[in-house]
């Protein structure tokens, strides 16, 4: 890292370009940029919802243990006395004019563990949805990353295009000049010309590149408008303090809230299994009415009150409850599988991670001799070319090669952030 902050700091002064026409965009550095993309982001607000909504179904669950109170009333009138229900059910009870009301109170005693099964698989439910929105944080505050130093890249690209014109017009203006004395030919001209004109183009494709990695960059911050800002130049957090790539894994399967989603989820679909089990078991309550009958036939009271237990144990429904029993085991098993699953791919995730960061280190490095050598070259062509003793199109070689090594300097530096950004996702310790 000590290595990146110098390289940092030796393209500060280049990077300043880019607040060039830039002056009135508010600053922003890389916390700021995350702290907006997680204020604006609506992945972020639809995750906090669905992780609400899932808290909401707790207390649903949860409610079983709670009495159970409805009120009632009955206005009935009749045409006789003697009036019968003649069909609609078994029972056949006279019907007497009356008017009343009451109320209804019914508590569980047990039902051998459902209920309790139940809450817990919606508690595992409503853990699985805040770990899932965890998980787009992390990935909200990737992809802000990503696209931060996409902007920093495509603006030092860009500042690479500029440097490069301006040096190839300085060198149009001294071959012409020299041509004007008949000391270089017009060949010589045109070959300057040609390298100007192409330094012109990979301006063009630069201001493009930077504009559309801003437009990227608004979208990450969960904009749906374009919004400027001038960006701070900096390298983001440090990753855990180990180079083992086994450390890494190890740390990945711990803290990834995808995996810890996952394991909510098997474990509510275990104590899911549990409830529809218990579904076959009886279940106790005690009941209890009490009303008033404010109107009412002779025949019958001014109030009523009773109360009593109330036994429900299923016998036969056709298969019903040992099909959602195994219904539900069957996804648990399921599950399972899912989780081991995932846990392959983050393992190969955070490999493939580490590789990547590991050779955009080296990358950079490369880069950084491939610079040297290309600037050491353009000043030899540009000394021989002055001297008289190389052609035109030795000097142009030279600009083109140091060009593209610029480009590829500025390209890797801001890859290793990118990919350092990766390997802190891929570990679940992106902050």
């Not at 390298?235 to 399967?253: F, K, M, S, W």
């Not at 409850?321 to 846990?343: G, I, N, T, W």
Request: proline content about 3%; overall charge negative; charged content about 20%.
């Amino acid at each position: 890292m000590k290595q990146i902050h110098l390289i940092l700091a030796m393209f500060q002064a280049a990077a300043g370009s880019m607040a060039q026409g830039t002056n009135t965009w508010p600053l922003l550095n890389l916390e700021q940029a995350q702290a907006l993309a997680l204020k604006h982001h609506p992945q972020i607000a639809a995750a906090n919802y669905r992780a609400l909504a899932a808290q909401e179904a707790v207390t649903e669950t949860r409610a079983g243990y709670f009495p159970q109170a409805n009120v009632y009333a009955d206005a009935v009138g009749a045409n006789s006395e003697g009036t019968r229900v003649m069909a609609g059910g078994l029972n056949n009870p006279s019907v007497y004019d009356r008017g009343a009301g009451g109320i209804q109170i019914n508590q569980l005693i047990t039902d051998f563990g459902r209920t309790a099964n139940l809450t817990a698989s919606s508690k595992y439910q409503s853990q699985a949805a805040s770990q899932n929105a965890n998980t787009t944080r992390e990935q909200v505050l990737l992809d802000a990353d990503t696209a931060y130093f996409n902007v920093l890249a495509a603006h030092a690209v860009l500042n690479v295009a500029h440097q490069t014109l301006d040096t190839r017009q300085v060198v149009l203006d001294q071959v012409t000049a020299l041509a004007t004395n008949k000391l270089r030919s017009e060949l010589d001209v045109s070959f300057a010309q040609v390298e100007v004109q192409q330094a012109q183009l990979l301006v063009e494709n630069a201001q493009n590149n930077a504009d559309a990695a801003m437009a990227s960059f608004s979208t990450a911050l969960g904009y749906s408008e374009l919004h400027q800002y001038q960006l701070v130049e900096e390298a983001p957090p440090e990753n855990p303090g180990t180079n083992d790539v086994e450390d890494l894994i190890q740390l990945a399967l711990a803290d990834r809230p995808e995996l810890l989603s996952l394991r909510d989820e098997r474990d509510a679909a275990s104590r899911f299994a549990k409830g529809e089990r218990d579904a076959r078991l009886p279940m106790i309550e005690a009941v209890g009415v009490a009303g008033d009958a404010p109107a009412h036939d002779p025949h019958l009271p001014d109030d009523y009150a009773a109360g009593g237990f109330q036994l429900d144990l299923p016998i036969f429904a056709g298969g019903l409850y040992v099909s959602r029993q195994r219904e539900a085991e069957l996804q648990a098993q399921a599950d399972e599988k899912l989780l081991a699953s995932a846990e392959n791919n983050v393992i190969r995730d955070v490999r493939i991670s580490w590789l990547d960061y590991n050779n955009a280190k080296e990358q950079l490095h490369t880069t950084e001799q491939l610079l040297q050598t290309a600037e050491e070259a353009y000043t030899l062509a540009q000394a021989r070319y002055q001297t008289g003793i190389s052609s035109i199109v030795e000097l142009s070689e030279a600009q083109l090669n140091l060009t593209s090594a610029q480009i590829a300097d500025a390209n890797a530096r801001y890859n290793v952030f990118i990919q350092q950004a990766n390997v802190a996702y891929q570990i679940g310790a992106l902050h």
